[in-house]
């Protein structure tokens, strides 16, 4: 890999797999990348700012107030600068400064300050990385489209063995590539004055007051568009149904809760949209008549008749003039047939296809695997992916169908 003309804050905080940042941050000087260190108070115990200063042949930051040459506060400057933000270790404690939006130290200011991609490598106890308050800060982050080096399983430093150890140089390596090389950059305004709307989350049929049939939906593809497209120059619109996370910070969200109010709000505003990306999950059907009081529990059986939902993507994909109309297909056999068939009926110009059964692109996954197919016949098969990395590629491909260089 060559990072020649790049440049890229290394964070680093005080987890005993320091001395592996010691050699990232070597390796990556070799390759030609401006690395700046910025270390917390508690790294600094760990190992000395001069051996960061040494091989980065650069100043190491660990006090926000302090002035560099310039009127410039240091931090900014930085942030200014960096092609990517690579936090090696990442401690349970910086995760949770970045996910609730702490900034009460260099590193935690810096990382609030980007507007690059953020890479995050976790190190730490296996039980600490299982409880499950650092599992909602990875979720949120993953969600806001922070990438991740998964940890490693194998033998820790406080004798316990399980997941938590820093995964080796060469993959951190190999994810800094990959982002630098691979991902657009949250500077690349490809969709600049494009008005994109996505559709996210599950919606909800009651049969009566307090039951309803849905689906396990999270909301996190759809939310992760939404920020890319954002990021990308878009103006976006949301229409979200329910989700486990938060939606995104800054877009313009309509919160909608059954099929029809979604089916409504996308109808509402697809004259005046350009691009329509449908990661929404509409339930099919829908109870015929709702029970205005609680359904009692009286005869073993339950007969439920249900009517059939309209068919969002099949109609926007019917009316569509200009627009470029993104399905997907969420599907447990025959993948590729299916989503082929389902892109010719719904009228799309991109099917997103995914086997929810295979591990790592189902529901309530931060993960996914997909692959693109679009209406000249080209197939493209992604690897299991963030979800925020699988928007990107998505927006890239739509990006090319509008511009005719698919």
Known sequence: MDFRDRTIILGVTGGIAIHKSLDLASQLVKQGTSVHVVMTENATRLVQPLQFQVISRNPVLLNPFDTGADWKPPHIDLADRADLLAIVPATANIIGKLANGIADDALSTVAVSVHCPILLAPAMN????????????????????????????????????????????????????????????????????????????????????????????????????????????????????????????????????????????????????????????????RPREFTPHKIKKTADTLTLPLERNPDIAQTLGERKTHQTVVCFAAETNDLLENAKQKLIRKNCDLIVANDILAEGAGFQSNTNIVTLLDRDGTCEQLPRSSKRDVADAILTKVVSIRNGTK
Not at 155 to 181: F, K, M, P, Q, S
Not at 205 to 233: C, H, L, W
């Open 126 to 285: 296996g039980h600490m990385y299982q409880n499950p308050f650092v599992q909602r800060n990875l979720s949120m982050l993953k969600t806001h489209g922070v990438h991740f080096i998964e940890p490693a399983s194998g033998d820790l430093a406080c004798g316990y063995e399980g997941v938590g150890r820093l995964n080796t140089v060469e993959t951190i390596l190999e994810g800094v590539g990959n982002i630098l090389t691979s991902t657009p950059s949250l500077e690349t305004q490809d969709l600049q004055g494009v008005r994109v709307l996505v559709t996210a989350g599950a919606t909800r049929e009651y049969i009566d007051p307090v039951r309803f049939i849905t689906n396990p939906s999270s909301g996190k593809m759809g939310y992760a568009i939404a920020e890319a497209a954002a990021q990308r120059g878009a103006e976006v619109q949301l229409v979200s149904g329910t989700a486990t996370v938060s939606a995104p910070i800054g877009i313009k969200t309509q919160h909608v809760e059954t099929t029809l109010e979604m089916y409504d709000a996308l109808l509402e505003t697809f004259n005046k949209t350009d691009v329509v990306i449908m990661a929404g999950a509409p339930a099919d059907y």
